[in-house]
C-alpha cells in the first residue's frame, strides 16, 4: 500500500478559486487534504485564485485532485488547462465537466436519450422581458422553481407559488447568470445518488433521502445548520432505490462522466416516478456532504475514498511516450 501512495507522487489539491462557491470549495478541499495527508500522500493546497495554473507544472505536481466547485471549476474550463499542462486529474474531462455544469444543456442530452426529467423553459436575456417571464407559469404550471444553469449549492433559487413572484425570481437568477433556467416543480422526497468509476464499471452508491424543513434545502441549511435529516438507507422500496441507481448510472454515462459524480432526482409522490434534476462533476466533500456519506455507507471511509479518487485521476488523451 505504501508504494502504491508513493507512486501517486506529488499532488495538489485545487481548491477555492472564484466562483460563488468558493467558501464551500474551500471547506471541500481542507478535508481532502487531511485525508490524502492522514494516508501518506504528498498533497499540497493549490488555490487557483492566488496563483497560476502554470505553477503546478513547475513545482514539479503529477497530480491533481479538483476540490473545485461550480465555474471554472467543474466546467471545464479547469480541465482543459490540465490537458494542455498533461497533468493526470480527478473526475470527469473537458466535454462531461462543461455539458453537466450547464443544466439546460444536461436536460437536452437525457431528453434525447430518453431519461426523465421535469419540463422546463429557458429565458436568455433577451426573453426575460415581463410578457416572456409571464407565459412561463402557463407553459409549465406553477408551483416552479426557477435557477440559475450554470450555479451549484442552491445559489440563486427561487421556488415560485403565483405570477407575481416571477419577475423577482427571474432577477435574482440572472444575477448569477444571463441566462435563466425555470423548472417544472415535483412534489416529492429529494434523492441523490453518487457514482463512481467510468463506463461499464461505474457503480452507483446507496440513494441518499434528504428532509429538509419546509422543503428549504437551501445553501445555509446545505452547510451550515445540522436540521436536514439524511436517510441512507434511504428508506424506499427495494424496487425503488435499484430504479434510481440505474437512472443515475444511465445519466452518468449519457454524458460521458467519469471517476465520480453525484445525481440529484425528485421521487413524485403521486406516482413514485424519478426525475434527474442535475450531475454534479465536482461533488462536495465536506463535513455536510452527500457522497461521503454515501460512500460509508457501502464501507468506504472518506480517507479511503479520496484515495481512490485519485488513483482513479487520468486525462482525456493521455500524454503519449516521448518518440526515441
Known amino acids: 500500500m505504501k508504494a502504491e501512495i508513493q507512486s501517486l507522487g506529488k499532488v495538489a489539491v485545487l481548491m ?40 503546478l507544472k513547475r513545482e514539479g505536481f503529477q497530480r491533481v485532485f479538483i476540490a473545485l466547485h461550480g465555474r471554472h471549476g467543474e466546467d471545464g474550463t479547469v480541465q482543459g488547462a490540465l490537458e494542455l499542462l498533461g497533468i493526470p486529474y480527478t473526475g470527469s474531462g473537458v466535454m462531461a ?39 412561463v407559469p402557463d407553459a409549465i404550471g406553477l408551483p416552479l422553481i426557477v435557477k440559475p444553469p450554470r450555479e451549484g449549492s442552491s445559489i440563486g433559487i427561487s421556488k415560485v407559488s403565483g405570477y407575481s413572484q416571477m419577475q423577482d425570481a427571474v432577477s435574482l437568477a440572472a444575477q448569477y447568470d444571463p441566462d435563466v433556467l425555470c423548472e417544472e416543480f415535483i412534489e416529492g422526497i429529494e434523492l441523490t445518488c453518487p457514482v463512481l468509476g467510468e463506463g461499464p464499471s461505474a457503480r452507483a452508491l446507496p440513494v441518499i433521502a434528504i428532509e429538509a424543513p419546509e422543503g428549504k434545502y437551501d445553501f445555509q441549511n446545505k452547510y451550515y445548520t445540522d436540521v436536514v435529516q439524511y436517510r441512507v438507507p434511504s428508506g424506499l422500496a427495494p424496487e425503488e432505490e435499484a430504479e434510481v441507481q440505474r437512472l443515475t448510472l444511465a445519466a452518468y454515462r449519457t454524458l460521458g462522466c467519469r471517476g465520480w459524480g453525484r445525481a440529484d432526482l425528485m421521487l413524485r409522490a403521486r406516482d413514485r416516478k ?26 468506504i471511509s472518506y480517507e479511503q475514498l479520496c484515495v481512490q479518487l485519485l488513483q482513479a485521476a487520468t486525462l482525456d488523451t493521455p500524454a503519449k511516450p516521448a518518440q526515441a
Open 16 to 55: 477555492g478559486g472564484r466562483s460563488a462557491e468558493r467558501e464551500v470549495s474551500l471547506m471541500s478541499g481542507g478535508g481532502v487534504l487531511a485525508a490524502l495527508r492522514s494516508q501518506g500522500v504528498d498533497a499540497h493546497a493549490f488555490d487557483p485564485a492566488e496563483r497560476e495554473l502554470n505553477e
Open 97 to 135: 465537466s462543461a455539458i453537466a455544469m450547464d443544466k439546460v444543456m444536461t436536460k437536452r442530452v437525457w431528453v434525447a436519450e430518453g431519461l426523465p426529467t421535469p419540463r422546463w423553459q429557458w429565458l436568455a436575456p433577451e426573453r426575460q422581458a415581463r410578457e416572456d417571464v409571464m407565459a
Open 274 to 299: 424519478p426525475f434527474l434534476l442535475e450531475m454534479n462533476t465536482s461533488p462536495g466533500m465536506t463535513g455536510h456532504s452527500l457522497v461521503p456519506m454515501s460512500a460509508r455507507a457501502a464501507g
